[in-house]
């Protein structure tokens, strides 16, 4: 399987290269504008080819993209390869607009052909073990999910903030596929002209979802809490948690020697990407919430453009 490499960052060389290299079935081609760096991880995980321009993958006659450039550039590398009839991973975000989205969804569905958005975050064992519903992508017998997502003294512009951040919490409680500000409750704090925080919170039946995230904590961490009957998880990372049941606490950790990839998620998410370009085709629920999450960070960004320009 040959497989183009757009766009060699930090989150390319830190979290995708280090796994896809290693693969014994699959043979990456490159491609970047920076010709330094394309000579240097060429050289280092000893790729054969190697591009300044995306077009030129088609040459190569490569059976996937990825594609790790700025949400800014996606739409349109996006674009040109699904009219290629070419399987597509992006980034999360996809794009940074709900009618693109549905745009290039639309597009994969003319051509048959798969786009896949990379949220590592459904993917991390541990919580998976755990906590059923995030494997399965459905609320099931949940009571409440609380995804916390905060940083140290890095407020940002609206978009910014909700696409390229916030949109990862936002995901991953997105367990009912809510594309609309419907029965959402927002809350928000502003740090001059820069957003600094924002909570969102909805209910799907009995389950109550919140995402949350505050960028002026004074550290950066994440935390995830659920809840069932009579039993409650929190993890403090991805790697360690708690469990509550019958009076009793249970330390929760990740299993031994299991890599820092693999406990975020890339692992599993990298190999989930690579049945997908076999199968070639996603599952109904999988495109329906990739769109979903993106309308909602969409509606969200727009609405918080809304009340900050009014005040």
């Given at each position: 399987?040959?497989?183009?490499?757009?766009?060699?960052?930090?989150?390319?060389?830190?979290?995708?290269?280090?796994?896809?290299?290693?693969?014994?079935n699959?043979?990456?081609?490159?491609?970047?504008?920076?010709?330094a760096v394309?000579?240097?991880?060429?050289e280092?995980?000893?790729?054969?080819?190697?591009?300044?321009?995306y077009?030129?993958?088609?040459k190569?006659?490569?059976?996937?993209?990825?594609?790790?450039?700025?949400?800014?550039v996606h739409?349109d590398?996006?674009f040109?390869?699904?009219?290629?009839?070419?399987?597509t991973?992006?980034?999360?975000p996809?794009?940074?607009?709900g009618?693109?989205?549905?745009?290039l969804?639309?597009?994969?569905?003319?051509?048959?052909?798969?786009?896949?958005?990379?949220?590592n975050?459904?993917?991390?064992?541990?919580?998976?073990?755990h906590l059923?519903?995030?494997a399965?992508?459905?609320v099931?017998e949940?009571?409440?999910?609380?995804?916390?997502?905060?940083?140290?003294?890095?407020?940002?512009?609206?978009?910014?903030?909700i696409f390229d951040?916030?949109?990862?919490?936002?995901d991953?409680?997105n367990?009912?596929?809510?594309?609309?500000l419907?029965?959402?409750?927002i809350t928000?704090q502003?740090?001059g002209?820069?957003?600094?925080?924002?909570d969102?919170?909805?209910q799907?039946?009995?389950?109550?979802?919140?995402?949350?995230?505050?960028?002026?904590?004074?550290?950066?961490?994440?935390t995830?809490?659920?809840?069932y009957h009579?039993?409650?998880?929190q993890?403090?990372?991805?790697?360690?948690?708690?469990r509550?049941?019958?009076n009793?606490?249970r330390?929760?950790?990740?299993?031994?020697?299991?890599?820092?990839?693999?406990?975020?998620?890339?692992?599993?998410?990298?190999?989930?990407?690579?049945?997908?370009i076999?199968?070639?085709?996603?599952?109904?629920?999988?495109?329906e919430r990739?769109?979903?999450?993106h309308?909602?960070?969409?509606l969200?960004?727009?609405q918080?453009?809304?009340?900050?320009?009014?005040?």
């Amino acid at each position: 399987m040959r497989i183009g490499v757009i766009g060699l960052g930090d989150i390319a060389q830190k979290a995708y290269l280090p796994i896809m290299t290693q693969l014994n079935n699959v043979e990456l081609v490159l491609c970047t504008r920076d010709t330094a760096v394309l000579a240097s991880l060429s050289e280092k995980y000893r790729i054969k080819h190697s591009y300044s321009d995306y077009r030129q993958l088609t040459k190569k006659n490569v059976d996937a993209v990825m594609i790790h450039a700025a949400t800014s550039v996606h739409f349109d590398i996006a674009f040109w390869f699904l009219t290629q009839g070419i399987p597509t991973f992006v980034d999360k975000p996809l794009v940074d607009s709900g009618e693109q989205v549905e745009l290039l969804y639309n597009l994969a569905e003319k051509h048959q052909t798969p786009l896949y958005v990379g949220f590592n975050r459904r993917h991390i064992p541990l919580y998976n073990k755990h906590l059923p519903e995030l494997a399965s992508g459905n609320v099931g017998e949940l009571l409440s999910l609380r995804w916390e997502k905060n940083r140290h003294n890095l407020p940002g512009d609206i978009q910014t903030f909700i696409f390229d951040d916030f949109i990862h919490a936002l995901d991953s409680v997105n367990l009912n596929c809510k594309a609309t500000l419907e029965d959402v409750y927002i809350t928000h704090q502003m740090f001059g002209n820069q957003l600094s925080r924002v909570d969102v919170q909805w209910q799907a039946g009995q389950c109550l979802l919140h995402a949350s995230m505050n960028r002026l904590t004074g550290i950066t961490n994440e935390t995830v809490s659920a809840t069932y009957h009579n039993q409650s998880y929190q993890f403090s990372s991805f790697t360690r948690g708690q469990r509550w049941l019958n009076n009793e606490e249970r330390i929760l950790t990740s299993e031994d020697w299991t890599p820092m990839l693999a406990t975020k998620g890339f692992e599993g998410m990298i190999n989930d990407w690579l049945g997908v370009i076999e199968e070639g085709s996603m599952p109904l629920h999988t495109i329906e919430r990739n769109i979903s999450s993106h309308q909602l960070a969409d509606l969200l960004s727009h609405q918080l453009h809304s009340l900050f320009e009014r005040h």
